[in-house]
């Protein structure tokens, strides 16, 4: 295999003694300290990648740091460098009638592959995750931002160096398509595969992939007003949703709302109509913001309008009668990642929260905290939209698996 050496080498990190959490907290510290004082060389190779890229590309957002940006990163590193050490927990703990000691503790899972597109943040909060929780990890970014990438694990390969740790505790693959492949197909040597980005890229990993894999699905996600919702909340809470960074997984892809509601819709969308969100309304929706909202940003809706993870200044608009209709909606459509409803009724907010199956579910709150950072876990390495091992957000604790530990004194079976 031509990528051999990469796999060998990240699997000879993984298997050397561990570090105390004293020397990770340190590294992490100096790799936030270090992506701050490299600020101008990671906006020098980004800029590189942003050229190659249309500005219309919705992936282009993803892409772009800025010096606000990298801030938040190496903050998110701090971040994690400050949480409690993930390893050696004690799970559970019990003697046995035979004297058996039995304990279930928490380890590292060992060799982690991530493959993820246009977001060169990752490359920082994949490393802080995985160097924290004991993981080896094993990078695979697209050639959209290889300049960016490439910048980033020098500045943490000079930081491991630093320490005198293994660099291939952290290991960047070539952004060509042979190594997917051989990611792919690095059976006992990755553990497991997490992939980042777009619903297709998701689907590629999984259908192609033989070694084990996280889901972090796509976010197609919506916001259910029903005929109780109150308008001061609706308001704000809409316009953050969908406006606030349209090029992330929890961003608001379609509203619902009551048909009680619809003189409101006037309301709601007016913030929206001021930061150029195109809409795609269906047939009563259309009729209720005909002439109230810019004509050349509003269109009918499509079938395949709804069920779209937009990523863009673009929202479709759903009207029901029900909170059934707009459960049977969601069920329909969602990529089960992020869920809302807006509402003052709390058995329309119970039967929404047990009813609705998603890793996230909110109610008079915007769907974009459906975030690591946002829910207490420093950085994260991905929303994984599947029920096994991990589902929602995934930070330290969803990077680490178990062994069990049996002491004896000479016991043997019996039966």
Request: with cysteine.
């Amino acid at each position: 295999m031509a990528y051999q050496q990469y796999f060998d080498q990240a699997v000879a990190a993984s298997r050397k003694a561990a570090l105390t959490a004293e020397i990770i907290n340190k590294v992490l510290k100096d790799v936030a300290k270090a992506a701050i004082e490299e600020t101008p060389l990671l906006l020098q190779e980004n800029q590189k990648d942003l050229d190659r890229m249309n500005a219309a590309d919705p992936k282009y957002d993803r892409l772009k740091l800025t010096e606000e940006r990298i801030k938040s990163i190496a903050a998110d590193i701090e971040n994690v460098a400050g949480l409690p050490n993930p390893l050696g927990k004690i799970l559970l703990d019990n003697t046995l009638s035979n004297g058996l000691l039995i304990k279930k503790v928490s380890v590292p899972l060992g060799v982690v592959g991530v493959i993820y597109e246009a977001r060169p943040n990752v490359t920082f909060d994949v490393f802080a995750l995985c160097f924290k929780t004991g993981n080896t990890s094993i990078l695979k970014g697209g050639s959209d931002a290889e300049f960016s990438n490439l910048a980033i694990i020098s500045i943490i390969h000079s930081v491991l160096k630093a320490n005198n740790i293994d660099v291939n505790a952290a290991t960047l693959l070539p952004a060509d398509r042979a190594a997917t492949e051989a990611l792919f197909n690095a059976i006992g040597y990755v553990d497991v595969l997490i992939p980042r980005g777009s619903q297709s890229l998701i689907d590629f990993v999984r259908n192609n992939s033989k070694v084990p894999v996280i889901e972090t699905g796509a976010g197609i996600v919506h916001t259910y007003i029903d005929e109780t919702g109150d308008l001061n909340k609706a308001i704000p809470i809409i316009e953050n949703a969908k406006t606030r960074r349209v090029s992330v997984c929890n961003a608001l892809d379609c509203l619902i709302i009551n048909s009680k509601r619809l003189g409101d819709l006037i309301h709601i969308a007016e913030p929206l109509a001021k930061k150029g969100v195109e809409l795609f309304a269906d047939k009563r929706a259309f009729e209720t913001l005909d002439g109230h909202y810019p004509a050349d940003l509003l269109n009918l809706a499509q079938a395949s309008h709804f069920g779209t993870e937009f990523l863009s200044m673009r929202m479709a608009i759903k009207t029901v009668d029900t909170l059934e209709e707009a459960l049977q909606h969601i069920a329909q459509h969602s990529s089960k990642h992020s869920e809302a409803i807006i509402s003052e009724d709390e058995l329309n907010i119970e039967t929404f929260l047990n009813r609705v199956d998603a890793a996230a579910v909110y109610v008079n709150t915007s769907t974009a905290f459906t975030d690591g950072a946002q829910f207490g876990l420093g950085a994260e390495i991905g929303i994984s939209t599947q029920k096994l091992h991990a589902r929602g957000p995934m930070g330290l604790q969803e990077l680490t698996s178990y062994k069990w530990i049996v002491k004896g004194n000479g016991q043997i079976r019996q039966n």
